[in-house]
Structures are given as structure tokens and as C-alpha cells.
């Protein structure tokens, strides 16, 4: 028997609303995106809030946060643009915390916090403050707001990030739905016990400010638009608002062909072990319904690489929006065709205490379903670099006299499509709106100084049209500090599409040209003062024979330096002369006479 | 000969040239409106002051001040006909254009295809020299000045570009070796345009810098050419008066000024109604003033406070940032000819838009889709009879049907209602927009007069006001060429800005004393240059301030005297205000700015004839059917010709008042005053829902 504050051994409370006394009639489809535009608008009015009042430059510049307004039964209404993963992990977040602290124990002014893992739904530093709403005549929460943001330190086992843990414990201070403000009071128990706990406090609380700031303005729109339409129009209209979020994303899974098709990835290892990590995905639509079955996936790892149930769907949600509603802003209604089946126990359903730190496993696991389905949608993209290489630097500056942490989210090339190259140097598609930190902030913040910050030649996979283009990023230590590579796939390649090439994987090599260099993944390293670093990052899969590239493009490509003229000769068959002109070689033209002679 | 009595502004848009002047003496104003003439633009802004004088009788020589605003810069960029521009920046970082920031526009967020548009400058004319300075701006590596020349060489010999861009890593904090790449380019390359960030920005992030010389880079050539061809033709007119270009961030300066910094042009057009909208508030005393610009396709929006403009120091073109001052305008992709659709049951509007061709489905042009426009002809708004003079066939019938067919059926409401909603749902979207772009602010909307401008302005302003509890709606006049009038009430404005990243304490105050001063002798330079009087130039210190660790910094006005105490009370102040609290943590300086001001005379608001008793109601015109958003049923709404009204006279709604290029509705719960100035303001007489909402919350 586990004496593990397992979500299951709270005794769940009534989640059921008072329902309403009068139902009001079905409204008409103008008023109901009236009344939509003005729910969207509250989100974005808290999403700016934060952006403007956050003061870790993870919420404000790279914009690692996720926003979301829930009505009384927990469906998601409406949501302000940020990573698309936490997007989804706020929907279980808001359940599970609800869950903990039951109706009856909520009123209005509290707000909580939650950043237990497997009921949060990402790593104990996201850490979701969420706020109850209340109506007067309503003993419950009419609505509720969540915020979800990364913090910077809640005093886990290292500074920074934490690479190694093999449980929980070692992941940061735990909150299941402790409430941190009560009746519209900060409550100072709280806010001291992460002042404590925390290497970065100032950060941290501030952060805690600006999240509560986001909070009091979405609580300050949701009551001005009850007021104007009546709550119980609200309510109406956000019920249809969710049946037409639901019909359209029926409509486009229906557009799709009936089947199951199953795809394997690769994660690196868990940090521990060497091991490399299989998982694997059976895609099933049938009709307007579609499964996604992560079952055959490895196990929980002792490492801190496994998700909780919460962060697979959140994955899953922002794959499966990208191919049904990648333009509307998310409702409930839109995942209702999608259902999700990981076992419990499986590096997709971890329970407590799996360490679920480093969860570069879900920015791997974000294409998978796309791999299968890429086997019968001739519209999907080949892979997009694998993950999201980035770094981060810690240190101590002598000019400021202060420590410093910074990160950086590198773009990779994205991957080709049927009709079109794929991007050169874009985040990758589990935070497509994060952004890359300034070079000159980077210099600025920490005692780092860059030697270069290019494109890197022949890093896209080749194809009929070819993935995006990778970046390398060198940077020199001016004094001693640390560096955490940040990468989950450098094992394995990204994958192609019908005969494309796959880029080479992304990578660290620290130290290069010494004889201690080191290519590594995941990995923490100290250096000293004039030490150097160089990060490459994937490019995206190729689509398509290289061969049967437009030689016209494959010359251009030469003349900006995105391919060599070697890669021009050998992998397209493009041979360019010293004057400028080219000719197609053997490979091309023997290829060529062979197909027509088969025809 | 008189002494010269008229200002004079032209403002050419996307169509059109407007001409305005002012007459300082009896404050009539005449507007003329031409057709662009984009093969010549210079000629399209000459035959609009040739036909404004002819209309006033006036010559050349009455013209006391002349400024004038231009999108083709902004157009340049937008439809990607610039110069062939090179960069050249530190060696092993050429492609930070291309990489960029690597992210993904929002409402792209779950295109896993997305690709981003081509870079500005191909990679192949982007080059690395030797040369790195830290972020203090102490040299690591002196500045190669062989590779420079050779980098400008095989730009411009071997590729042929007309236009170089230089963008050194922390050239905020030292410019020297920008400036000396600059010398060395502009001596070996007399014939090509040559632009240096840091005389555009001192502020770092290197991306958004490298964007913003390259953005200047690539209009430089159009610029200086049209500039000076211009400045040619209006001296061999006669004017003697010097030419003034409109900025971006408001203010206009010399033709010399704006050939020197292109870039600056580049979003004047919205500026000017930012300006007017400036100017009004602070004639009239109004607190808080929202500017509601109201064209074809977008609603644009700005927050005057306190008589000034909310202004950012970064904005962007077709996803291109810009580090330059300007006014923090919010545009809602919506405008009259946006397009209203059924989406599975629900009515959405926009974005897609009829644009000129085919255009409304009332104009009958090939139109299939209704239109904004179409529902405000449907719903009896504008008069098909009298649009844009009568001199276009317009069919309300054809609105209606298309509104019955392709909407109402579907929505299972009458054409009517159906046409109410398209409206309704442009202005729920407006009032997101405007509720996000007040809160901001710390405010809230309902503390606003909302000035409405723009050819549909006047029309949609009442309704927004009736939704969003806005007290007071101002119609000001001329509303169509009001972007013009706000040019008008120009004065020259100059910023000069510089990082300074310090804590915020006295000793660090007093250093920056040095800067300010350097800044100072920069402004007092332009100043000359522009010949402002002595007694006509003012200077505003402000200091950007943030928490320690914090990002999003505010400006505080930094007035001699001040203590670090001073400006951390008042940054807090501004902090508490805006973002709802204030922290116990030390300070820190981001940058600091200057602006100089050359006040330039503008004339005071004339009075109108007023009418001898006050609240009488003036003589209808004609009366016409139409929608009542008040008892929301079909009424007689009197019409009225704006050109019979006087002050003091009073409407009660509903009713319609028409002027040439413009339509003012509002309804029955609302009443219309014609104040001293001849602005029409439009109030609520009932109630509206909205007006009693708290804006209290538990938290």
C-alpha cells in the first residue's frame, strides 16, 4: 500500500455545479461569437498582463507560459496564445487541483497553487496559479483561471535545472493546490516558505506577482462580461462556443482516412542509464473519432524523463490540433473526438515518484503521432530537427558581483514538406512561440562572450525539397561557470518523408578542438575561465528524392551557402562549375533515362 | 500681399492624396482630395496643393507651413520593391537576420508547416569583417577597416547593390566602429546609400537592431530621391516655406532630417491622427482620449492620456521589428470591408476583406460576399443615393439580399437582424481590442472619449460607445482627412535614446549627467539645423526603469533635481498603476531619452457660429429608415447636413448626420451636441447596460 500522496487517496468531492435554475434557450450563432469574442479577449487581456508585469525573462521574452479560462464544469473556454503543451496540461491541471481542495472549500479572492507533477502535468517549476470565480447566488465557482509559467527556482536538488533526479523529492518544493491567497489576501506563510526555498527568490515572487496581476484582470473581465449578457447566456453561449469547437474538429478528423498506423521514436536515454528510450504510438481513426495509444512505450526510467498522464495529453492536444484546428483558438470542444490511452506506470503516465524534471521527452514525443500519420496525410511535414536543443549557462559575474542563470532556445530547421522547403532556424514545434535570447542580453546577464552565431552548411536532410537549415552557437566562458546542454535526440536522426534524407541529430561538443572535447546530449559541465562551447542544432527531415530537386534551387542553395557544392554534386546530382554554370551529373541523368525507359 | 495665413498638409495614402489647410486667420478648413499617382508620387502631392489652393483661391505664397506624410516607405517594404540591400556585421555572425528571434507568429502557433518569409537581404549579401566589442563596449577585436572595404566592394561591385546596412554586435554601448565602417564605406562607394544602426537606435538587442537598419537601408534610396525630388518641385512652385516630413512617433522634421533617418517615415500615416487626436485632448481639457480610426480594412486605436500619446519604442512591419519610437497604436484587422461568413453555424467577420475589387456587394462591382458596409447600407446607415457624392451606383437591395442569402438564412434570423449582428460582431472585437489596449494603461475604457475619424469612424463609434459604456463619443471635423488635420498641429520632434543598464542610485544619477549632455549637444545640433528659435525649443529627460531582473521597463520624466528616491517613488507609482503592484526591490535604469521639441505655432480652435438659443434642435434635411441599436427595431431617423449645423445645437437620436466623405449615426437613447468648435459630441441619455457593471473583483 503506498503511503504516496496519490491523487486517488484524497476522496474526491462533488465537481457537478448547482445546475441552473431556468435553462435559457439555444442563442442564436451571432450572439454566441459576440459574446466569444469577448471570452478570447479576456484571455488575452491576462495574457498581456503577465507578459508586461513578469520578471523572468523565460515569461517575458520567450514567452514559456500558458493561459487558460475554464467555465464551471472545468472545459476549457477560451485561451491566450504560449507553449502549446502547457495549453493542454492546464485542462487535467484544473480537474486534479480542483479535486484536491473540493468546491466547497474554495471562495472568492483564493487563488492556488499547483505544481504537483502528476496531477500539474508538467515539471514542478511550471507552476500553475488557478483562481475560483464566483457569482453572487452561486455557492460554487462559476468559472475558473489558470496561469501556468515557468519559475526559476523552487529549490531543487541543483541550480538551474535539474538533469539527474530519481524522484520527485529532488525536483523542488511541492504545492498540490495550496492556497496563496486567501479572500483577496496574500497569504505570507506561503510567499516566506518560497522565499526560503528558493536560490532566486526576487525572481520567483515577482514572477508570483505578475501571475496573480494576470489572475485579478481575467477575474475582472469574466465579471464584467457575466454583467453584460447574464451568466446564464454566458454559460449557453460557451456551451455552443464548445459543440461547434467539437463539430469542426469532428468535420476534420472525418476528412481523414479510417486506419491505425503506428510510428517509433527515440529518446536518448533518462540521464542515468545510456540506455536509449523507445516509444511508440498507434494513431486509430475511425469516422470523426481518432486514438492516440502510446501502449508498447517503454516504461517509467529512473531518470527525470517521464511525463505524467497531464503532459501527454498536452502534447498530444497541440499535435492534434495542428492537424484539425490549427486556427481557431482552443475550446473544450475541439479534443472531444481525441482520446488517449498510456498505461499507468509507462514514461507516458508516470506516477508518483518517477522524476519527471527534463521533460525533452514530450518535445520529442510531440511528431509522433504526425510520423504516423504521415504514412497516409501526404500533407504532414517531415520531422522538424527531433527537439529542442537549447542550453543554459550558470556562473558568477565578477562586474555585477551576482550570480546569474540564462537560457536559450535554439532554433532547428524544420521539415520539408511535399510542396515547399522547410524552414531554416524556427523553434521547434512544442514551443513554436517561444523566442531565442539576444546574444547581447546573453553578454550582458552572464560573463559569456560569443564567437560565432551562424546557419550551418549542409545540415538540412536533403530531398525533392529539403528540411530547414540548423544554427551553431559558439560561446567562450570569460569566467568560470557552468553549462547544461540541453538535448534529448542526438542519438538518433530526425526522420524524412518519401525518400528524403534525414539531417544529421543535434548536438554540444565542449571543449572543442582540445583534446578533452566532448559531444554530449543532456549534460551538465563546469568551465573554466576561456573554455568554450559549440552548440549545433538539427536540421529539418528532407521530402522527396534529392535527385528529383529543381537544380535550379540546389544552384541557389550553393550560391547562399544553405548546401556545399560537394553535397550539390554527390547528394543532388548538381555538378556547379568554377564559371558559375552547372550540369546535371550521371546519377541525375542515368536516373532519369532509367525512369522514362521504364515507362 | 497678405502675409502667409494658410497650414498646409498632404497626406498621401494607399488611393488617395489628401490636401488640407488651415486657415489661421477665420479657422476654415478645406480639404482636396486626388488620386495617388504611384509612378510619380511628388506629382499626386503637387496636384493636391495645386487643386487645394484653386478651391480657397489661395496661392503658393500664402502657405505659412507645409508638412507632409507618405506611406512609400511603408509600401516599399510591404510590397518588397526596396533597394538591393548588403549587411556587413561581425564576422562569424552574418545570419542573425535570417535567424532572427526563430520564433513563430502567434496565430501560426500549430502550423507544423509554417515557413518563414524569405529574409529582407538574401544570405549571399551578408557579410562577417573582424571587429567585436563586449558588452561594455570595450573592444575584444579591432575593427578590421581593409575587410570593411573589401566586404563593401564585393556588395557593391561584384552583386550590384545600391544600399549598405552595418549592424555591429553592442554598438549601443560604443559606436565607434559602426561609424568608422560607415566612413570607410561612404569614401569608397560615394554612389550607395550607407545606413549604421546606432544612428537609427542605441538600444541592444541585436536582431531587432540589424532589422531596423536593414528596414532603413532598404527604403534609403526611394526616400532620398522622392525627398529630393519633391523639395525640387515645390521651390521651383514658389514655396518658400520649408517642407516638413511627418515621424512615425509623431512630430515632423526637416526634409534634410528625414533624408538622413528614411526610416523614420515609415508609419506616419496612422501618427497623424495620433497628433490631432493629441492636439484635440489638450485643447478641449479631455483627460483620456481613445483614437478610433476607422478605414477600409482596419480599426486602428491609441491611448491619449493627460494630453500625451502612449508611445513604444518598438513596433513592427509585415512581422520586421523596429526599434523606433512611436505611437503604441493597436490595429484590429477589421474594417468596412471585411467580410461576414458563416462558420458551421457560427457568424464570424473577417479577416479576409472584399478590398477595392470586387468590394461590397452594394457597389456592384462583381461582389458576392456581404460586407461591412453592406450590412450599414442593409441597415439604413448610408444613403445609396447620396455615397461619395452620388457619384457611384450603389444598391442597398443587392446588401440585403446577399446578407439574407449567404447569413441569415443559415443563422435562422431576418435579414435585418442579421445585418445587426455583422456589426455587432466588429464592434465585440473592437471593444477586446480596446479594453486590452486601456488596461494596459491601468484604466478602464469607460473613462475614455472615444474620437472617432477615418471614412467609417463617425458610423461605428456610437455603437462602440453604447457597448463599452463609453460616456462621450467626438466626432471631429473633417473626420475623413483627420489624419491630415493631425499633421497639421505638428510640432518638430526629435528623440535620442541610449542604454545605460545601471542601478538606480544618485552616484549612477550623476554619471549620467555626462549623457544626458552628449545627448543634448546631439538635439541642439538638429535643432540648429531646423533653425528652431531659442525660446521655441524644449527638452524632456526621461529615464526607462524597471526592478532589478525585470524586463518590460516604464518611463519616468527625469526632472533636475531628481534623486534616485524621487524616480524609484515615481517609477513605483507607475508600476502600481499599471501592472497592479509595486515591489520592495532596488531599481534599475534601462536607458535613458531625450526629446527635443521645436514648438511650432499652432493655431487656436476657432469658434462656429453658434445658435442664438442653445439646445434647439437645426433643420432636418430629409428623414430615412433605419435600425435602431437602441430599441433595436426599424425608426425614422432625421438627416441632417453637417454644413447647417452651429454650436449649440442639440439632436436626439436617432438620426443621422451626413457630410461629404462621411456618416455620422447614432440612435434613440443617445443625443448629439454640436459643441463651440463645430465637433459633434454624442452622449447617452438612458443607460446602457454596461454603465452599471463594477469593475471590482475578490482578488
Known sequence: MSTSPNPTATAPTATAPAPTATAPERLDGATVEVIRNYVVSAAEQMRRTLVRSAFNPVIYDVLDFGISIFNADQELMAEASGITHFLGANDRAIVEGTRYIGLENMGPGDVFILNYPYWSGAHAYDAMLFAPVFVDGRDTPAAFLAVRAHWMDLGAKSPGYVLDSTDMHQEGLIFPGTRIVKGGEIVRDITELIRFNSRLPELTLGDFHAQLAALRVGERSLHQIWQKFGIENVEQAIRQVIEHGEAVARKAVAALPDGSWTATDYIDDDNITDDIIEITIRVTIEGDSITADYTGSSPAVPGPVNLPIGSTEGIVKASFKSLTTADEPSNAGHFRPLTIIAEEGSIFNAVYPSATFTQWSAIVAVELMHKALAQVIDAIPASGGGDEPGFMALGHDSRTDADYVVSNNEGIGWGATKDHDGGNAQQHASQTTVRNTPIEILEHKAALLHERLELIQDSAGAGRYRGGVGVLREVRYTEPGEVLSMKKKTKTKPWALAGGHEPEPSEMVIWPGTDRAKRVGMYRASMAAGERFVNRTAGGGGHGDPLDRDPRAVVEDVIDGYVSAESARDTYGVDIHPDGTWTETTDRTDRTTRSHSQE | ????????????????????????????????????????????????????????????????????????????????????????????????????????????????????????????????????????????????????????????????????????????????????????????????????????????????????????????????????????????????????????????????????????????????????????????????????????????????????????????????????????????????????????????????????????????????????????????????????????????????????????????????????????????????????????????????????????????????????????????????????????????????????????????????????????????????????????????????????????????????????????????????????????????????????????????????????????????????????MATDDWAEFRVFDRAGLLAGHRIPGPAIVEEGTSTTVFFGDQVLVVDDYGHLAITQTAATPTTTVPSGGAL
Open chain 2, 1 to 628: 500681399m497678405n502675409a502667409p495665413r494658410l497650414k498646409v498638409a498632404v497626406d498621401i495614402g494607399g488611393t488617395f492624396v489628401d490636401a488640407i489647410s488651415y486657415d489661421t486667420v477665420n479657422g476654415e478648413i478645406s480639404v482636396y482630395k486626388v488620386s495617388t499617382t504611384p509612378e510619380e508620387p511628388a506629382r499626386g502631392v503637387l496636384g493636391g496643393i495645386e487643386g487645394l489652393l484653386d478651391s480657397v483661391g489661395s496661392d503658393i505664397a500664402d502657405i505659412e507651413s507645409f508638412a507632409h506624410g507618405t506611406t512609400l516607405g511603408l509600401n516599399a517594404i510591404l510590397q518588397r520593391n526596396g533597394a538591393t540591400v548588403g549587411i556587413i556585421t561581425n564576422e562569424g555572425f552574418s545570419d542573425l537576420l535570417e535567424i532572427a528571434r526563430a520564433a513563430i507568429p502567434s496565430s501560426q502557433m500549430y502550423n507544423f508547416s509554417y515557413q518563414r518569409p524569405a529574409p529582407l537581404v538574401p544570405r549571399r549579401h551578408r557579410l562577417g569583417v573582424p571587429g567585436r566589442l563586449d558588452a561594455q563596449g570595450d573592444e575584444v577585436t579591432p575593427l578590421d577597416e581593409a575587410a570593411v572595404v573589401e566586404a563593401g566592394r564585393v556588395l557593391v561591385e561584384e552583386h550590384g547593390l545600391t544600399s549598405i546596412a552595418v549592424c555591429f554586435l553592442h554598438s549601443y554601448a560604443d559606436p565607434s566602429h559602426e561609424r568608422r565602417a560607415g566612413e570607410l564605406l561612404r569614401e569608397a562607394f560615394p554612389g550607395v546609400a550607407v545606413s549604421i544602426s546606432s544612428d537609427l537606435t542605441r538600444e541592444y538587442r541585436e536582431y531587432e537592431r540589424t532589422s531596423t537598419v536593414t528596414l532603413d537601408a532598404y527604403i534609403r534610396p526611394v526616400l532620398n530621391d522622392y525627398i529630393g525630388s519633391l523639395e525640387g518641385k515645390l521651390a521651383d512652385g514658389g514655396l518658400t516655406t520649408p517642407l516638413h516630413i511627418m515621424r512615425s512617433g509623431g512630430g515632423a522634421m526637416s526634409a534634410a532630417v528625414a533624408k538622413q533617418a528614411p526610416l523614420m517615415t515609415v508609419l506616419s500615416g496612422p501618427a497623424g491622427g495620433v497628433v490631432g487626436t493629441t492636439f484635440l485632448a489638450r485643447e478641449l481639457g479631455v483627460a483620456n482620449m481613445l483614437s478610433f480610426d476607422v478605414g477600409g480594412t482596419s480599426v486602428d486605436s491609441c491611448v491619449v492620456v493627460d494630453g500625451q500619446p502612449s508611445e513604444v519604442h518598438e513596433a513592427e512591419i509585415d512581422g520586421l521589428p523596429l526599434l523606433l519610437p512611436i505611437f503604441d497604436i493597436r490595429t484590429i484587422g477589421a474594417g468596412g470591408g471585411s467580410i461576414a461568413w458563416m462558420d458551421e453555424g457560427l457568424l464570424k467577420v473577417g479577416p479576409r476583406s472584399a478590398g477595392a475589387v470586387p468590394g461590397p456587394v452594394a457597389y456592384q462591382n462583381g461582389g458576392t460576399e456581404p460586407t461591412v458596409t453592406d450590412a450599414a447600407f442593409a441597415l439604413g446607415f448610408l444613403d445609396p443615393a447620396a455615397f461619395l457624392g452620388g457619384q457611384m451606383a450603389v444598391s442597398a437591395d443587392a446588401a440585403r439580399a446577399a446578407i439574407a442569402v449567404k447569413v441569415a438564412e443559415s443563422l435562422g434570423l431576418d435579414e435585418t437582424t442579421a445585418a445587426a449582428s455583422i456589426l455587432r460582431i466588429l464592434v465585440a472585437r473592437t471593444v477586446g481590442a480596446l479594453r486590452e489596449i486601456t488596461i494596459e494603461r491601468g484604466l478602464d475604457p469607460r473613462e475614455f472619449t472615444l474620437l472617432a475619424f477615418g471614412g467609417a469612424g463617425p458610423l461605428l463609434a456610437p455603437m462602440l460607445s453604447r457597448e463599452m459604456g463609453i460616456k462621450t463619443t467626438l466626432v471631429p471635423r473633417v473626420p475623413a482627412a483627420f489624419s491630415a488635420f493631425g499633421m497639421l498641429m505638428s510640432d518638430l520632434e526629435f528623440e535620442f535614446a541610449a542604454t545605460a543598464l545601471k542601478p538606480l542610485d544618485d552616484d549612477v544619477l550623476d554619471g549620467l549627467e555626462d549623457q544626458f549632455v552628449e545627448l543634448e549637444a546631439r538635439a541642439v545640433a538638429v535643432l540648429d539645423q531646423q533653425e528652431v528659435a531659442e525660446d521655441a525649443r524644449d527638452y524632456v529627460r526621461t529615464l526607462d526603469v524597471r526592478y532589478r531582473g525585470q524586463e518590460h521597463s516604464l518611463p519616468v520624466e527625469f526632472r533636475s533635481g531628481d534623486t534616485a528616491a524621487d524616480v524609484l517613488a515615481a517609477f513605483n507609482d507607475l508600476h502600481a498603476v499599471r501592472h497592479g503592484h509595486a515591489m520592495d526591490e532596488p531599481g534599475q535604469i534601462l536607458s535613458l531619452r531625450l526629446k527635443a521639441v521645436g514648438v511650432q505655432p499652432k493655431p487656436p480652435l476657432v469658434r462656429i457660429d453658434a445658435v442664438p438659443d442653445a439646445g434647439s434642435a437645426p433643420v432636418a434635411i430629409g428623414t430615412r429608415r433605419a435600425f435602431d
